[in-house]
């Protein structure tokens, strides 16, 4: 197994803009008994390969979803669009001065893109592992953006809300060794991440798309939620679609960015 390439750039811990609370279209959050479960709204996993991107391909995950739920519920005009996630990388980077460097990008950053550049076509800005060295052509740029997306607070009732909003979730986490991390054997094969031990280092930071919560898996975890990954190879039999600990995301995340809709 070749080493998979991260990207995710971390906020300052002290960051404002990390989280607020939760105010969506629902008066009350769901029972926390009940399964949330978005999966059928995520489109099919792809490869960011050696490229630094994962914040454009996880953005471009939950951009699919509310596609596709607009689609489903007669909401959407036009054609769909598949996201260009080299195009969005490219974007943030250059608005952080560091186009043409390889360094990883926040998921705010990824927010500003999104809901102000707007959404690329991946059809006029195929992947390149050359992406990171210049912006895309303005004939990418579709017109369309993202509109209501909140930072989330580290609490899992404020995610479930979400959810229960159908509204995807990108974050961005801490990866350790370990033969569950993210990057593990172990989790390569089964999709299934876990919570590190005092045995485990980081070994990176990543940005992955969430859609929704199983309160009775491993309950002693705060349940788990699923996780899709753009490493080709990651949970091959469920399509990068994985697992992760509720508690890994409420504790150890450094972003958490509720998706509400694309107009």
Do not use: K
Request: hydrophobic share 40%.
């Amino acid at each position: 197994m070749s080493r998979p390439a991260y990207g995710y750039t971390p906020r300052p811990a002290g960051d404002p803009h990390r989280g607020v609370a939760y105010r969506g279209p629902r008066a009350t959050p769901p029972p926390p008994n009940v399964t949330i479960d978005l999966r059928s709204l995520a489109p099919p996993m792809r490869d960011q390969a050696s490229q630094g991107a994962c914040t454009g391909f996880a953005g471009r995950g939950a951009v699919c979803g509310l596609i596709e739920a607009a689609r489903r519920d007669g909401l959407w005009e036009g054609e769909a669009i598949d996201p260009a996630p080299g195009a969005i990388y490219a974007e943030e980077l250059y608005l952080d001065g560091a186009l043409g460097r390889d360094q990883g990008a926040s998921i705010a950053r990824l927010v500003d893109v999104l809901a102000t550049r707007g959404i690329p076509r991946e059809d006029r800005a195929p992947y390149d592992l050359r992406d990171f060295t210049r912006r895309a052509p303005e004939a990418c740029w579709s017109g369309r953006r993202l509109v209501n997306v909140t930072p989330l607070r580290h609490d899992l009732e404020d995610l479930r809300a979400a959810f229960a909003d159908g509204c995807p979730v990108v974050a961005g986490i801490p990866c350790y060794t370990g033969a569950r991390g993210l990057a593990g054997d172990a989790a390569f094969a089964s999709g299934a991440v876990a919570l590190p031990t005092t045995d485990d280092a980081l070994d990176g930071w990543h940005a992955v798309s969430l859609w929704g919560h199983d309160p009775y898996t491993r309950p002693e975890l705060g349940g788990l939620c699923w996780v899709q990954n753009s490493w080709a190879g990651w949970a091959p039999r469920t399509g990068g679609m994985g697992t992760i600990p509720a508690h890994y995301l409420v504790g150890l995340a450094n972003e958490l960015y509720a998706f509400g809709a694309v107009r």
